[in-house]
């Protein structure tokens, strides 16, 4: 999603009776998944970090970059999203600026979710290299 739409959905979501509350468990339901991937990047970064003793360090030490990466990010953008609740019940001239900021926020997990993904890639392919020799 762009800031142009991000904007229009705020518009239209102050237009309605109820529409602050939907954009607040909106943003709620990002917080969450946000917290999904940075619990998930902590248990990776466990696993990665009590395997550093039988596995190649070469591929752990990439998997160790992506997960802090993914940590990093999914902090962020709960910390980012947790004031850009009370942000999204402000005046409406203030809409282009919090829709940049959620656009931001999102992006954020986009990366995290990456992040992620790369981190266990690397990981499984410092296994698959260690079981092959």
Known sequence: MNKNNISKWLQQMSLHSGGA??????????????????????VALMGVLASVATHPL????????????SCF???????????????AQQPEEELPATAKQIGYALTCIKISAISLFLALSAAAVGVAYFQGM
């Open 21 to 42: 509350i939907t954009v607040v468990q909106t943003l709620r339901n990002a917080i969450m998944a946000a917290s999904v991937l940075a619990s998930a990047s902590l």
């Open 73 to 87: 990010c999914s902090i962020r953008t709960i910390w980012l999203l947790a004031v850009l609740g009370f942000q």
């Open 58 to 69: 070469s591929h752990l030490l990439a998997a160790i970059v992506f997960v802090l990466l």
